[in-house]
């Protein structure tokens, strides 16, 4: 693994524009400091999966997905593979029709296209690159909101097991050896994750090999190398799972 690599955020007290823009290329095992901003923030991955850890609940944006963040919000961002993602921070009062808590997006092809336009550019200030950003915020509003894709927990145990998995996401052990390994009887453990993650652990670990997948598969990695990686015995067994999250096989996801 590649040493930490910790990134400082721009250091503005107000924004230089009502709609400020940065593309951030991240190398691997990159982070960001612990902060919050006066403003709403929208990131978008155009390669590489970015995660953002805020209130108790890890937010995930694979490539051409995105989270926002609401001012006043403490977060951290990182990513274990190299990334490229942009931000685009909004003043407060062009926030009203976004949401009120961190929330993961789906984005519209219309602000796609757009969001694009933005890959290789850099924050110019002109009246025609201040009206796409302005329409950008518009656009925002219609993504829709999905769940929290790998939820965390405040339980300390529970949230133990979780980065020893995210260390790890090829473990073969089932429940009932992990629940012995961290202290709970099976039957709490699967309590406790229904509770704080929504989920069984089966389905966390799923969508967790899936974030995995998806940064194997932009690194141009094969079908059956992911899944020998990921601690399945076929490949097979690994596409139907990454298929009944996703709703694709990964080389189609790929793809697109």
């Known amino acids: 693994m590649s040493p930490p690599h910790l990134r400082q955020p721009p250091g503005h007290v107000t924004l230089p524009a009502p709609v400020w823009f940065r593309v951030e290329a991240m190398p691997a095992n990159g982070s960001y400091p612990s902060l919050r901003h006066a403003w709403g923030e929208f990131v978008y991955s155009y390669s590489g999966v970015t995660e953002l850890r805020t209130g108790g609940q ?3 944006a694979p490539p051409h997905m995105a989270f926002w963040i609401p001012a006043g919000v403490d977060q951290v961002g990182y990513n274990r593979r190299a990334t490229v993602h942009v931000s685009i921070y909004v ?3 062009l926030c009203a029709g976004m949401p009120r808590v961190p929330a993961s997006l789906r984005v519209t092809p219309l602000l796609r296209a757009m969001l694009d336009r933005l890959e290789t550019a850099s924050f110019d200030g002109t009246d025609r690159q201040g009206r796409l950003l302005r329409a950008m915020v518009d656009e925002m509003e219609n993504c829709t909101v999905t769940q929290s894709f790998l939820p ?13 998995l995210h ?3 090829a473990d073969r052990q089932g429940t009932a050896a992990l629940a012995r390994a961290f202290g709970f009887s099976e039957r709490t453990l699967l309590r406790v994750c229904q509770r704080d993650l929504g989920m069984s652990l089966t389905e966390w670990r799923n969508r967790l090999r899936v974030v995995r997948a998806i940064a194997m598969l932009q690194d141009g990695d094969s079908v ?4 020998l990686d990921l601690g399945y015995a076929t490949a097979s067994a690994f596409i139907a799972m990454f298929r009944g999250i996703t709703g694709d096989s990964p080389a189609r996801y790929a793809g697109r």
């Open 58 to 60: 890890v937010l995930v």
């Open 167 to 169: 260390d790890n996401p």
């Open 152 to 164: 965390d927990s405040d339980d300390p145990a529970l949230r133990r097991l979780l980065a020893a």
């Open 224 to 227: 059956e190398a992911i899944a």
């Open 91 to 93: 003043d407060l009062p």
